[in-house]
């Protein structure tokens, strides 16, 4: 390979929350003994980021001046050649994109365009954790539709729960995680037809989060929600970031695609309401770097690597841990295990269970944030060397000890 996606990055006193917060608050727990820690929890990758990135920002940061700006014409034509490139969308002018200082501040903005506080608002469970926690704080109410997992072990939408849901809650409003967090699922073009198709039949508005929709595994294709239909096209807010693909959340920096004026108007007056949803002149310059022939090339070669840790991944749990199931992702680098046979075998609790793989390193995330009952999130964006060592620690000291 071209890139570098072997190195074993030393993240310790380098502002990252994944080893930095490890033991405190909400964060797994620190190891003991001897152990170092694997980060498997924050959804931010082991990698460092593609070159172009930092050479963009880098290039920047030679001219030493940085006041007031307007965002720059290679920014809007960055997300207009990356999106035709990589989801084929033709259509896409600059007065559709729209700044958003992150996906959840940009899912409420758009909410509270197409809701009143104290609205139920639809999603398909498991739920990630940032959109429970940002609706609730906003005061709207969640409506859940579960995932249902078929004969195949593939997630499928239910539409009958969601029409019934829809119905008997007076809903108007949805959000619609295309590739889905934490399940992994990537949406084939039919069903988002069919579930867009069922919005609109009952008038409902949807946001469409799309910040995943690079990491696409094996032989998946990401198809952009608003692009199944003209209904779709006009009663969407798509939100998108680079920050997923190429490790670049601390930069801060999401975007908003919306064709509708009208919509597009108020999404973008909701939005400007905190007078902080301000543009950062470095991110900006992390994106055009992001977005250039030779950043498209680097998520090439790291789809293919986070392809393989997930092959290994979801073969060893499939070989080595019984009582453990899992669906195997078709996008993102997230695992989401099922361990609720296992416990009910080994008469343990998934606090103990989680507990014990911290104790000898293995930082991986209480699933019950994202709506599992029993389940642990478990981030594959490593080295294979330190997945590899990973599941040797759960293999030896967690499921089979």
């Known amino acids: ?50 070159p172009s990135v930092c050479k963009a920002m880098s290039e920047r940061l030679e001219h030493a001046a940085f006041g007031y700006f307007d965002p720059r014409d290679e920014y809007f ?28 501040g940009g899912m409420l903005s758009a909410i509270g365009t197409f809701c009143s506080r104290g609205d139920k608002v639809l999603l398909n469970g498991p739920v990630y954790m940032g959109f429970s926690a940002a609706l609730k704080n906003a005061g709207y109410e969640l409506v859940v539709s579960p995932l249902i997992l078929d004969e195949n072990g593939v997630w499928r939408l239910d539409l009958e729960d969601m029409e019934r849901k829809i119905i008997e809650n007076n809903i108007h409003a949805a959000i619609f995680c295309s590739p889905h967090n934490p399940s992994g699922r990537v949406w084939e073009k039919w069903e988002i037809e069919r579930v867009m198709e069922l919005y609109s039949k009952h008038d409902v508005y949807v946001v469409s989060d799309e910040i995943w929709s690079d990491i696409i595994l094996a032989d998946n294709k990401h198809v952009p929600t608003q692009s199944v239909s003209e209904d779709a096209k006009k009663r969407t807010v798509a939100l998108y970031a680079p920050s997923k693909t190429f490790n670049l959340a601390g930069l801060i920096g999401a975007y908003h695609i919306i064709y509708d004026k009208r919509l597009r108007d108020r999404v973008e007056k909701e939005s400007s309401l905190s007078h902080y949803n301000s543009m950062n002149m470095l991110s900006m310059y992390a994106l055009i770097g992001a977005y250039r022939p030779e950043g498209s090339e680097w998520v090439d070669e790291l789809c293919e690597v986070l392809s393989k840790n997930v092959d290994f991944a979801y073969d060893y749990v499939k070989t080595h841990f019984k009582g453990v199931s899992v669906a195997k992702p078709q996008g993102t680098y997230m695992l989401f295990l099922d361990c609720s046979k296992w416990l009910g075998e080994h008469n343990s609790t998934l606090d103990e269970l989680l507990s014990a793989g911290w104790d000898v390193g293995v930082a991986w995330q209480d699933g019950r944030q994202h709506g599992g009952t029993e389940h642990i999130r478990l981030n594959l964006a490593l080295p294979l060397s330190r997945v590899r060592e990973a599941f040797g620690r759960m293999d030896k000291y967690v499921f089979n000890k």
């Open 1 to 50: 390979m071209k890139y570098d996606f072997e190195t074993i990055i030393d993240r310790r006193g380098r502002d990252a929350l994944a080893i930095d917060a490890l033991g405190s608050g909400w964060a797994p727990g620190a190891p003991k003994g001897d152990f170092d820690a694997i980060p498997m929890w924050v959804a931010d990758m082991n990698f460092a980021t593609a």
């Open 77 to 104: 034509d960055s997300i207009i050649a990356w999106q035709k490139q990589r989801n084929g969308v033709e259509w896409l002018r600059p007065e559709h994109i729209g700044y958003e200082n992150g996906v959840l």
